[in-house]
């Protein structure tokens, strides 16, 4: 599933915040979402566009005092992102890791880190789960990768990336990274062998 973010080539790649970002998630839907069916640990948060502000984002966070409160991100174009503290980012993606140990947006009162990612929404059309196994990426049929290369890690599935100088030098051993998709890399060894 394509988002605007794609565009600049550093769209989101976390599965979660590609959901966030392609469902209508409203404020209103935020909060009772960090409340449904307790209330979420503190720093637990989701992100979403702004339903105020055409074309930003919106963090609704559960701070530390049990408070719910909802901060704007900027959208400073070419995939860029930014806060009100004046902090800017290269994407989405940066800031939330960045602000998975400092206080967000910045330590001032009871601020806590972004750091449990909130995937049960309430008021939503489609589940996370059902989302998850929309956009599953194709299984893997490539049968030449040596069994020196492991397994991708949780974090890293979804995509591959393809050395295509490797392939030159030896057919039977390509090197590959987490960022591209695996039907090009499959595509490409049938094109080399």
């Not at 503290?85 to 890791?97: P, S, V």
């Amino acid at each position: 599933m394509s988002l605007p973010e794609d565009i600049y080539g550093g769209g989101p790649q976390d599965t979660l915040v590609r959901y966030w970002l392609s469902t209508t998630i409203t404020r209103d839907m935020a909060e009772i979402s960090l409340c449904t069916p307790r209330l979420a640990d503190p720093g637990s948060f989701i992100l979403r566009r702004s339903t105020t502000s055409s074309g930003n984002y919106a963090i609704s966070v559960m701070e530390k005092d049990g408070q719910i409160r909802h901060y704007q991100v900027t959208d400073l174009g070419m995939g860029q992102v930014g806060l009100v503290t004046g902090q800017a980012f290269d994407n989405l993606e940066e800031l939330l890791l960045f602000f998975y140990e400092q206080p967000f947006p910045d330590g001032v009162g009871p601020r806590t880190p972004l750091t449990i990612m909130h995937q049960d929404l309430v008021g939503v059309e489609l589940g996370f789960e059902e989302y998850e196994q929309m956009v599953a990426p194709m299984p893997q049929t490539l049968l030449s990768i040596p069994p020196r290369f492991s397994p991708l890690l949780p974090k890293q599935r979804g995509s591959l990336t393809l050395d295509c100088f490797a392939l030159k030098e030896n057919r039977h051993s390509p090197l590959f990274s987490p960022a591209c998709s695996g039907v090009l890399a499959h595509w490409l060894l049938a094109f080399v062998a």
